[in-house]
C-alpha cells in the first residue's frame, strides 16, 4: 500500500528506504506489530554497512498506526548505546495517546472522513486487545482511573 510514496521519498531525498512489513490486527495482537518494527529496525541497524548507510542519516516514519509504531521504536531505541542513534522521527497522523478522545482535534474532526473518531477507537482496540467491549467506556473516558487522570493532566488536556 505505501510503495509509491516509498519510491517517491528514496528518489527525492536520494535515500534508501526500507519498509517494514509488519503483521496487522486482529488477527496479531499487540505488541506483534511492534515486536516487528523494533526487531527489523534493529537488524538494519546491525547492517548499515551492508546497505552502505551513513549512521548519521537513519530517520524512522510511520503514518497512523505506523506513526505510532514508528514512536514506540524510537523511544526504545532512544539509551541504546550498542546502535546508532537515530537521526530522527516521523510522525504522520499518528496515534500517540489513548487517555482521552475528547481533546479538541477528536472533536473537531470527530466527523471528517476516513478515520471517525469511533473507527480511530475500533482500530486501537483490535490493535490492543481484539475486543471492543468497552469502546463506550473508552469514549467517555471512564477507561482511566481519577488518580491517573490526575498524574496525566497536564500533557494530555484541551489547554
Known amino acids: 500500500s505505501h510503495e509509491r ?12 528506504v ?3 512489513g509488519y503483521r496487522l490486527a486482529p488477527e496479531h495482537k499487540y505488541p506483534a506489530a511492534y515486536e516487528d518494527c523494533l ?36 523511544q526504545t531505541l532512544a ?6 542513534r537515530l537521526r530522527a522521527q516521523i510522525l504522520i497522523y499518528p496515534g500517540l495517546q489513548a487517555l482521552d478522545f475528547n ?11 476516513l478515520l471517525f473518531r469511533e473507527r480511530a477507537l475500533f482500530y486501537s482496540l483490535q490493535y490492543v486487545q481484539g ?7 473508552i469514549l467517555e473516558g471512564s477507561h482511566i482511573p481519577p488518580d491517573m487522570w490526575l498524574k496525566y493532566r497536564k500533557w494530555v488536556s484541551p489547554d
Not at 481533546?103 to 466527523?111: A, E, F, I, K, T
Open 131 to 137: 475486543d471492543i467491549s468497552n469502546l463506550e467506556e
Open 18 to 20: 526500507v519498509s517494514v
Open 103 to 113: 481533546l479538541p482535534s477528536y472533536q473537531q474532526n470527530r466527523g471528517v472522513p
Open 39 to 74: 526487531s527489523a529496525t534493529q537488524h538494519f541497524l546491525q547492517h548499515l554497512q551492508h546497505y552502505a548507510v551513513d549512521p548519521a542519516r537513519v530517520t524512522v516514519c510511520g503514518d497512523s498506526a505506523g506513526g505510532n509504531l514508528a514512536a514506540a521504536v524510537s
Open 5 to 16: 510514496i516509498c519510491q517517491y521519498i528514496a528518489k527525492e531525498t536520494n535515500s534508501l
Open 79 to 84: 539509551g541504546r548505546s550498542d546502535l546508532p
